[in-house]
């Protein structure tokens, strides 16, 4: 049925079908690509707009990066009218019951916390996956507080933030998370200005 | 057209993918933990099938004996990327559930397996029929286990909820894979000894 | 303390067969005695490690200067199969003791998942060389702890127990694994 195998053949079918196969990929990937890139900056802009009041910017093309802790948090700016409304922070934990979690912190200006969205995490259904606004009120309890006097540790190690009943890990690397973006946001957008007014004006590293 | 009706009900029957031929595990137990999610692997695979099947049975012949296999492999993982692309691209929502398993469907046994023992030696169009069979066999069978594990699992069928509550947990998570597979396997065995005696 | 989290991590917490369910066809096929898995483990783990490593080297090196992301899996795959292709006649030259024990393994271990798995994962962690090779090595121990640990149960089963006729075969293995990845789960939280 197939042919004989020569060392000439051989290299130049294996050659032949790789150089076709590629021509089709890169034709399929410039097809795609528009489509995938859309995509990509729609889901961003959706969760911010959902973690932040109206902004009129692109913030996916307003970010800065930091790395903090052997991962990278990114920060984007919102703006309506080239007045600042507030940052929205992707950060994450590594302390999860099923490891790592990122969430999506939306900041005011003064630092208050708006609204929080879990991205992606592994927590136990039924249980720590109650982190997620979805499935239980647990992060609605930060809306409106502010870091700087609202204490991001579960009660039992006396801070303020009333844990998941039986998920207190959950719950402890939740607060591990938000303390992160707060500690990228007083740092780098509070304090250092990472902003001045203008959309588009944000330093980038 | 008859023999090639039979083709078809062979792949999803008497050659099941995964009741039967037991291959391409990893997405099975994978990917089934609502009946959506096991349905659209189901399809992306059966369209990897039919095209690979497709392909290799016509450029088969030409290609020497002693690189068979990476000639199909790289010709399988052309058109994994094609369906992972065209996902990303207009299906974001289940490409970043299936995630890692989309380029996956490369190493899945069942493509290199047909490929290997039904497209090489048969006809183009036969080829395509055989893919789509034990693709549709496939689909079928991570779509059930998908739909009960869901139901257990979520009390809910295709995200619809059926009752209030959080559902046997059980099933969702890894463990549920194996047990609701196994005897979902039992289930298979049994009705198909039935309506083979029937016969 | 990184590393150990990782190690920690892929061996127990997310075991590559019992949480991830890569590499579930060798898992359910070559594991009915524990000397045959052994050897299939030791296989996995010095191929996992290797072309993990090398995968790694093109997508920092070839792909991603290039912008050609498309082409990973393509090149993955063919890497991964001339890896197992070179390993195996190294082998057989350099060490034909080992040869023996590994070499019936070698050729399936291209179409497992686990490997062309973890080397996706390795990338999309945003891992660098050093936690890539860290982290396939344990997830290739995790495979291989599975694998004798299921074997080792299979082995009792075929001997002492009464199994019921409908469910000898795939069904009783598969219920096996559900509580052995049950008794996986009981290791979820250790990390922290």
């Not at chain 2, 290609?63 to 399988?76: A, E, F, G, L, T």
């Not at chain 3, 993990?52 to 050609?68: A, R, W």
């Amino acid at each position: 049925m197939a042919k004989e195998s020569s060392f000439k053949n051989m290299t130049l079918t294996l050659l032949v079908i790789t150089f076709v196969s590629s021509a089709v990929l890169a034709g399929v990937y410039e097809l795609t690509k528009d489509a995938i890139d859309a995509v990509r900056i729609r889901k961003i802009n959706r969760g911010i707009s959902e973690v932040l009041p109206a902004f009129d910017n692109n913030p996916s093309e307003d970010v800065y990066k930091k790395f903090v802790d052997g991962d990278t948090v990114y920060v984007y700016i919102a703006t309506k009218d080239k007045k600042y409304v507030g940052a929205a922070i992707q950060t994450f934990t590594n302390n999860g019951y099923g490891g790592k979690f990122v969430l999506l912190v939306g900041f005011l200006a003064d630092g208050t916390i708006n609204n929080i969205n879990v991205i992606s995490h592994s927590e136990t259904p039924g249980l720590g996956d109650k982190i997620d606004p979805a499935k239980h009120g647990f992060s609605l309890q930060f809306h409106g507080k502010n870091p700087e006097t609202y204490k991001l540790t579960v009660k039992k190690e006396n801070g303020d933030v009333d844990a998941i009943t039986a998920s207190t890990i959950s719950s402890k690397a939740f607060c591990d998370a938000v303390a992160r973006a707060y500690a990228v946001y007083r740092e780098d957008v509070m304090k250092k200005g990472k902003w001045n007014g203008n959309s588009g004006a944000t330093p980038k590293q | 057209m008859k023999e090639r009706i039979q083709i078809i009900l062979k792949g999803i029957f008497k050659e099941n993918p995964t009741f039967v031929l037991v291959l391409g595990m990893c997405p099975t137990l994978a990917t089934t933990s609502s009946a959506i999610n096991g349905l659209s692997m189901g399809l992306a695979t059966s369209f990897v099938l039919m095209l690979s099947n497709m392909t290799i049975s016509t450029v088969g012949k030409m290609i020497p004996d002693k690189v068979r296999i990476p000639s199909y492999i790289v010709i399988i993982a052309a058109f994994v990327t094609v369906v992972d692309l065209l996902m990303a691209g207009y299906l974001p929502d289940i490409h970043s559930t299936l995630g890692i398993f989309i380029p996956l469907i490369v190493v899945n046994c069942i493509v290199l397996a047909r490929a290997e023992s039904y497209a090489a030696k048969n006809g183009a169009i036969d080829s395509i029929f055989d893919g789509l069979g034990i693709g549709l066999g496939f689909t079928l069978a991570l779509t059930f286990l998908g739909f009960v594990r869901e139901l257990l699992g979520a009390y809910s069928v295709f995200g619809y909820k059926l009752v209030s509550g959080d559902g046997i947990i059980l099933f969702i998570l890894a463990p549920g894979a194996f047990f609701a597979l196994a005897y979902l396997m039992i289930l298979f065995n049994m009705v198909k000894k039935k309506f083979i005696k029937d016969n | 303390m990184e590393y150990v989290l990782i190690i920690i991590a892929a061996i127990f917490v997310n075991n590559v067969v019992l949480a991830q369910f890569l590499g579930i066809c060798p898992f359910l096929g070559v594991s009915n005695r524990v000397g045959t898995s052994l050897g299939m483990g030791g296989a996995v783990i010095f191929v996992l490690t290797l072309s993990s490593i090398v995968t790694y080297l093109i997508q920092n090196y070839i792909l991603s200067p290039l912008e050609i992301g498309y082409m990973q899996t393509l090149t993955f795959i063919l890497v991964i199969a001339a890896l197992v292709q070179m390993v195996e006649i190294i082998l057989k030259k350099a060490s034909p003791s080992l040869y023996q024990a590994l070499g019936i393994f070698l050729p399936l271990i291209t179409t497992n998942c686990a490997v062309l798995g973890i080397a996706i994962l390795s990338i999309q962690k945003n891992y660098d060389l050093a936690q890539t090779t860290v982290f396939a090595l344990a997830s290739g121990i995790g495979f291989a702890l599975a694998l004798v640990l299921f074997a080792g149960l299979r082995e009792q089963l075929d001997l002492t127990s009464d199994v019921p006729k409908q469910m000898k075969g795939y069904p009783i293995a598969l219920i096996v694994a559900g509580l052995m990845a049950m008794a996986f789960m009981g290791f979820s939280g250790i990390v922290k």
